[in-house]
């Protein structure tokens, strides 16, 4: 597989961060307010989307076979607002790092599942001990990350 990919989910992980940073501040710049917040940020990337599927041609095409779709296939942008209306609300109450760390613990668990059961015609990828191990590895360094601080002050006394 081609290490550009790797890259690149790299690069959209650090674009997740930023962007949970920058939604933050535009809801304090709106009064405090997570929701219109989340509005705007879907707004300005769907109408990006919008522009770019457009120049590419493909935006009657795909627009024209969305009634044959089904219903579910569709709640990926609901799941997806809900996502960032909650990074939005819940960065200022419990920190960046434990919001993201928890994320990324929560897509990794659920996307072994996927991955395993080949859910919604996904390509099946068993899932290995090794693998949980290393879901585990990384339970633990969230728990370290999460806890640490509390816990060597606890220790240190």
């Given at each position: 597989m081609s290490a550009i990919y790797y890259v690149v989910a790299f690069a959209a992980g650090l674009g997740i961060t930023l962007q949970t940073t920058?939604?933050?501040q535009l809801a304090k710049g709106l009064g405090g307010d997570?929701?219109?917040a989340a509005w705007f940020s879907f707004t300005v990337g769907a109408f990006?989307?919008?522009?770019?599927?457009l120049l590419r041609g493909g935006l009657f095409i795909s627009l024209a076979a969305i009634p044959s779709q089904p219903v579910w296939s569709l709640a990926g942008g609901l799941i997806g607002a809900c996502?960032?209306?909650s990074y939005v609300v819940l960065a200022p109450k419990i920190g960046f790092s434990a919001l993201l760390g928890l994320a990324i613990v929560?897509?990794?668990?659920s996307s072994q599942i996927i991955d395993h059961f080949a859910l919604m015609g996904a390509v099946r990828r068993s899932v290995s001990l090794l693998k949980l191990g290393g879901v585990l590895v990384m339970l633990t360094g969230l728990a370290i990350m999460l806890f640490g601080d509390r816990l060597s002050a606890r220790f240190l006394q």
């Open positions: 920058l939604n933050s997570p929701v219109t990006s989307l919008g522009i770019y599927s996502a960032l209306f929560g897509q990794l668990l």
